[in-house]
């Protein structure tokens, strides 16, 4: 099947444009960059789709100040567990939840879920083009941004056209087919 990753048989299809969060990786004296991610919830609904709710299972590991997540899923073909596992940092709020959480989306890429995210193009808006605020001594974005749509070569499993919007859905920024158009 088309735009899928096989999984002992099951397909792992690609994330659609509002299973993907958008944030912001960093503040320049020239603009910002963005990043593209998924939330652990995304990867626990695409799980329960392609597997059932008790074809896949989890199971974490405190590895010193680190966590390691273990994901297995049945095999179709044979019956037998498949497992993935990769490690998690804590977060800064949440440190033990943001470490099980960062290890379960890491291994859900290893599966296959949300691979696709690790071939976007280089996101940066002008700043000129956002809403930058200093608060305490520190810069900050005071615009949101999503992804109003994707497009991805479904052989490659590769972005090919991504559109991002701000918070009163403005297009901020467009890249179709290797090219980014200006905004």
């Known amino acids: ?9 099951k397909e792992i299809r690609l994330l659609r444009a509002e299973e993907i969060e958008v944030r912001v990786g960093a503040i320049y004296d020239k603009g910002i960059t963005l990043l593209l991610y998924k939330d652990a919830r995304v990867d626990m609904n695409i799980l329960d789709e392609v597997f059932g709710y008790d074809g896949w299972t989890r199971e974490h590991i ?32 949440e440190p033990l939840k943001g470490a099980a959480s960062d290890s379960f989306k890491r291994a859900c890429v290893n599966i296959g879920i949300g691979r696709e995210l690790y071939t976007a193009p280089f996101i940066w808006l002008a700043r000129d083009k956002v809403n930058i605020k200093k608060e305490r001594d520190k810069e900050v974005v005071k615009d949101s941004f999503s992804v109003q749509s994707i497009e991805y070569n479904e052989e490659k499993r590769s972005i090919t056209g991504l559109v991002i919007v701000n918070q009163k859905g403005n297009a901020v920024f467009n890249y179709i087919s290797g090219k980014r158009a200006e905004r």
């Open 62 to 93: 405190m590895f010193g100040d680190s966590m390691l997540c273990e994901v297995k899923v049945r095999s179709h073909e044979t019956g037998e567990w498949i497992s993935k596992m990769d490690i998690g940092s804590p977060s800064f709020a």
């Open 1 to 9: 099947m088309k735009g899928t990753e096989d999984m002992g048989n």
